[in-house]
């Protein structure tokens, strides 16, 4: 067999010295044509623009003090949420509650003839089996000194409990924080994610005392999904196309976003901050250094500022361990709240109790009328009378009423018409309508007119479970305002006659 040799030629660029210097340094040869290529694509036309290289910073860090003096309650290690939304029971989870039950019971009476006080009560789906089938370690331990109990079974209850910070007549949360001598309020917070823009001041942060260290950092490029590329020759992401949607001329706000992201995104700089959780950061000195060595001084705009806590100076954050995903467990009670205006009430209609749902019945169910024979044409109409509308279980009436010279909605009781004799209708079950400062001589609950609006509102009690910055699992109870898109109505009637089914002879 034949061997069969093919040759190959290739020019090679012969290395004439071994100094990279010059190389490194881009000599044009003809420097025309680049000036000529600038002046092409308008280069000419812009300013002397530089980059940033260094960021020079002082910055102070004042820790949040913790809640009402409570060192459990610390910001710098649980999240803002569990602080204000916590109830005082939530370290008694239905687990403990049985477990301690039965360990402190042990002297107690059987179950059998127990006092029904002491017993499981009220406990959430699915430990609804063990309600009155054991001794209740919460009731036992606020009872312990009139039992007599001993009180190692109780070692591991906390000292301190959280302070209820829900206010019953607004439906919202008020708390007050304290940061190095200033108070940092946070006003009606309706449940839900909490952050520096929750929170207000009267003044801004005292001037710390000892000289702060400089921190120099590097800055870079600000990147955002579908951020133009920097560089001419970068292949970009197909599927984010800014202005590929042009606003009409009565957009003119959206316009001048496009043409901010698309001619100026290049502009924007961003420096990292060490920072500390549940810390006021203020930033008392900021000079940047550019490309072409010259440093500049930057101060905050006075006129306007996108990330400022009310009442604080435009260089102060707050910096707290937000929860972000927390595991939201089922929720406990779900409540309706609206006005309606034919009847003159606030009804609070109760859907979830206890983590069950409560089925309305269907409307015919009160009605209690039953078929009989035809009428014939001898024989007289008998009617029967029939008190407002039928009366619902679960929709509770809020009466507009006087108190201490403030005009509110104040709990009710209906009254079952239709039985024989009338009785009233069950009490509300869900805490959320419930006023545990409430004295016995004073109504159960009391519901400022303002706080519910025209298209009502939704109350929801649910537990959440998240970690804290130590790790440690912090659990809670929150209870949350959502909006309503309409409220419940009645369809309130006058009293009528109704004919009856059966006729009289």
Not at 228 to 257: C, K
Not at 403 to 424: C, I, M, N, S, T
Request: charged fraction near 25%.
């Amino acid at each position: 067999m034949a061997t069969r040799y093919e040759m190959y030629q290739r020019l090679e660029v012969k290395q004439p010295g071994e100094d990279l210097n010059r190389g490194f340094l881009a000599e044009v040869c003809d420097p025309l044509w680049f000036l000529g290529r600038q002046w092409q694509m308008g280069e000419h036309q812009g300013e002397d623009a530089s980059s940033p290289v260094s960021v020079t910073y002082r910055a102070s860090h004042q820790p949040v003090d913790p809640l009402e003096g409570n060192p459990e309650q610390d910001p710098l290690l649980i999240p803002p949420e569990a602080l204000i939304e916590s109830e005082p029971d939530d370290w008694w989870t239905p687990g403990r509650r049985l477990r301690i039950g039965k360990a402190a019971s042990v002297s107690l009476p059987p179950v059998a003839s127990a006092d029904p006080t002491l017993l499981l009560a009220d406990l959430p789906t699915p430990y609804e089996r063990f309600n009155g089938k054991g001794y209740d370690g919460r009731r036992l331990y606020a009872r312990r000194v009139e039992l007599g109990l001993d009180a190692a079974h109780f070692s591991e209850v906390p000292a301190t409990v959280p302070v209820d910070l829900w206010d019953p007549a607004e439906l919202c949360y008020s708390a007050r924080l304290t940061c190095a001598g200033r108070e940092l309020s946070v006003p009606r917070h309706a449940g839900g994610h909490l952050d520096w823009y929750s929170v207000e001041s009267e003044k801004p942060l005292p001037l710390p005392e000892e000289p702060l260290d400089a921190v120099t950092v590097f800055p870079g490029r600000m990147r955002y999904p579908g951020a133009p590329h920097p560089r001419w020759w970068q292949i970009e992401e197909a599927r984010v196309d800014i202005g590929g949607f042009p606003p009409d001329r009565s957009h003119f706000a959206t316009m001048l976003l496009i043409d901010l992201v698309v001619s100026h995104s290049d502009d924007w700089f961003l420096y990292p901050i060490v920072t500390r959780a549940g810390h006021a950061v203020t930033l008392h000195e900021v000079v940047v250094k550019d490309s072409f060595g010259e440093e500049w001084t930057v101060t905050p705009p006075v006129d306007w500022s996108l990330f400022r806590v009310a009442g604080l100076a435009e260089t102060s954050l707050l910096v707290f361990p937000t929860v972000t995903t927390p595991l939201e467990g089922p929720k406990l009670e779900d409540v309706v709240l609206g006005v309606d205006e034919d009847a003159n009430l606030l009804w609070a209609v109760e859907q979830r109790v206890h983590g069950r749902d409560l089925p309305t019945p269907p409307r015919d169910a009160f009605e209690r009328r039953e078929p009989g024979d035809p009428v014939l044409s001898t024989e007289r109409k008998r009617y029967e009378y029939q008190p407002s509308t039928p009366v619902y279980p679960h929709w509770h009436p809020y009466t507009v009423t006087e108190v201490e010279g403030r005009r509110r909605f104040v709990q009710g009781r209906l009254a079952d018409l239709a039985a024989q004799p009338p009785v009233l209708m069950p009490e509300p079950q869900a805490r959320v309508l419930s006023d545990p400062l409430a004295q016995p001589s004073e109504p159960a609950h009391q519901i400022e007119p303002s706080t519910v609006p025209t298209q009502g509102l939704r109350l929801e009690r649910r537990a959440l479970l998240a970690r804290g910055t130590d790790g440690r699992p912090v659990l809670w109870t929150q209870r949350r305002r959502l909006p309503l898109l309409s409220p419940p109505a009645s369809h309130l009637r006058f009293d009528v006659m109704q004919e009856a089914l059966t006729a009289v002879s």
